[in-house]
């Protein structure tokens, strides 16, 4: 089956620098592991200790948690002298589990690019050429468990208190939990109130404290909690993923250019609008240096937030209406003038000739968005390739794609085609709930990421938030890894569980 103990090789990784460097963040590079040091040095520690639980995970059959550790390894220790035996071992964890394509890319790894001729450094290469032409020529996926992770959200207000962290994650990862989904501002909260869609309210809604829960020079930082919560959770194999929206960022960006504005149709009048215009150039380098700041945490992925208002037809700013005009050729007031239609037809009136415009006009907003948000995936997964990048969006986008199209500038199609794993986001759900929605998940993650320059590309997965069940309030979470387990699909690998009261230790 596997060899043990490796030779030695390498493993391709972009130094964050690059991003940084691309970006304009002018940050220095990290240093290089070193290659011999004392063993009381605690990144050596550290390391072994990770090292022991991925192979102990492996050799007693745990596949699904051996995945986790040794892809945390392998991000974390990209240059280790057992980065070798870490991708085999992956990739056999992989094939336990049923899963070919991610075996074939670690494989592929240790192989090299096709036609190159086996490396004399990995005594695993010629295993991995064999292997991976075994599975191709696999007629059917073999059985079994499918991986992934069992994961807690926690807002802000369910942290424990600073000095009970170590002993709040140990026991997360005694029941089973895989994965922390956490807040990266107030702001980004799965519980935050919903925004009023019409004019600013006589009584404005109570503003939650401004600032950033990471270390980054884009704008206010609250308490630095992800470099607290990271590094106890990756020494017991627990990745951790922030939750972020970009539409309402911790910036230090107070210009009212960087908004976007809000069309009233009936009065004809725009009013001002809480959400950063995503297309304006000046939000988008600040959007990548805040990004490649939360990339330095350590973050295992992030959760990019979908829009809570269903606005997205009517959000406007000067520099949208002008790029629609350039591309698409076609002036801005026919798209308001289209909009004014739209509001006052009747359900069941017949199409109007102004439909062509507004279709137009999501269509090419929505591309428009969704590129930059490739563009910041694929410049935060040079520097990190394992980093998940999940895009939420609500399940219209599954039940009435156009209505998510013209509310929210959703498409999950195309999103899905970019790389990004999808999370069913909205109000947690109930356990049933699950298995009715992975049939319009069914088959969603094939056949949908082409390869780049023959390398395998990391095939998008599906995510859904579910209620915590009651018998588990009070911080009492035994029995969601085998719940979790009993859920999940081909296409839904990573149940969020999202607890009703407050997470306390038992």
């Keep these: 089956m596997q060899a043990r103990r490796p030779g030695s090789g390498r493993r391709a990784f972009l130094p964050l620098v690059m991003l940084l460097m691309a970006l304009g963040a002018g940050c220095a590079a990290p240093s290089a592991v070193p290659v011999a040091q004392s063993v009381e040095n605690p990144g050596i520690e550290a390391e072994t200790r990770l090292w022991y639980q991925a192979s102990t995970a492996f050799s007693d059959g745990r596949y699904s948690a051996a995945i986790h550790l040794y892809e945390r390894y392998l991000t974390t220790y990209p240059k ?56 191709r020529n696999q007629s059917t996926v073999p059985g079994g468990t499918r991986s992934g992770h069992t994961a807690l959200y926690v807002s802000f207000s369910n942290l424990p208190p600073m000095a009970q962290v170590e002993t709040w994650i140990r026991q997360l990862s005694a029941q089973g939990v895989s994965a922390i989904l956490m807040d990266a501002s107030l702001e980004s909260s799965f519980t935050r109130p919903p925004v009023p869609t019409g004019p600013t309210p006589s009584s404005p809604l109570p503003k939650l404290p401004a600032g950033a829960l990471f270390s980054t020079s884009q704008g206010p930082v609250m308490t630095d909690w992800f470099s607290v919560m990271i590094p106890q959770a990756h020494d017991l ?84 209406l002008r790029q629609f005009e350039a591309q698409v050729r076609q002036p801005s007031s026919e798209v308001a003038q289209a909009l004014r239609e739209r509001m006052t037809v009747r359900q069941d009136a017949s199409a109007l000739a102004s439909d062509k415009t507004l279709w137009r006009w999501v269509g090419w907003k929505a591309r428009q968005e969704l590129d930059v948000l490739a563009r ?13 990048m999940v895009l939420e969006i609500h399940p219209e986008a599954l039940s009435n794609p156009t209505s998510a199209l013209v509310n929210y500038g959703e498409d999950a199609a195309e999103a899905r085609r970019r790389g990004f794993d999808l999370l069913l986001g909205g109000a947690s759900r109930d356990a049933s709930d699950v298995r009715t929605f992975s049939g319009s998940f069914k088959g969603w993650s094939r056949d949908v990421i082409q390869s780049e320059k023959g390398e395998p590309q990391t095939l998008p997965q599906g995510w859904v938030l579910l209620r915590t069940p009651s018998e588990h309030g009070g911080g009492m979470f035994m029995g969601l890894a085998q719940q979790a387990d009993e859920l999940r699909t081909p296409d839904i690998r990573h149940l969020v569980f999202v607890p009703d009261a407050p997470v306390a230790i038992p």
Excluded: C
């Design 80 to 135: 280790s002298r057992r980065a070798n035996e870490a991708h085999w071992e992956l990739g056999q964890s992989y094939e336990q589990m049923g899963e070919v394509a991610g075996a074939v890319k670690e494989y592929q790894v240790l192989a090299g690019p096709e036609g190159a001729p086996v490396s004399t450094q990995s005594v695993y290469a010629e295993r991995a050429l064999h292997r991976i032409e075994a599975l």
């Design 237 to 320: 194999g627990i990745s951790v993923f922030a939750v972020l929206d970009l539409f309402h960022a911790p910036l230090s960006d107070h210009r009212q250019e960087s908004r976007m504005l809000l069309y009233d149709p009936t009065r004809r009048k725009v009013h001002t609008w809480t959400q950063f215009d995503l297309l304006a150039p000046p939000v988008q380098q600040e959007l990548a240096q805040l990004l490649a700041d939360l990339v330095r945490s350590g973050v295992d992925g992030m959760v990019f937030r979908t829009r809570a208002e269903n606005s997205f037809a009517y959000e406007v700013s000067d520099g949208v």
């Design 376 to 388: 910041l995936k694929k410049y935060l997964q040079k520097a990190v390739p394992r980093l998940r």
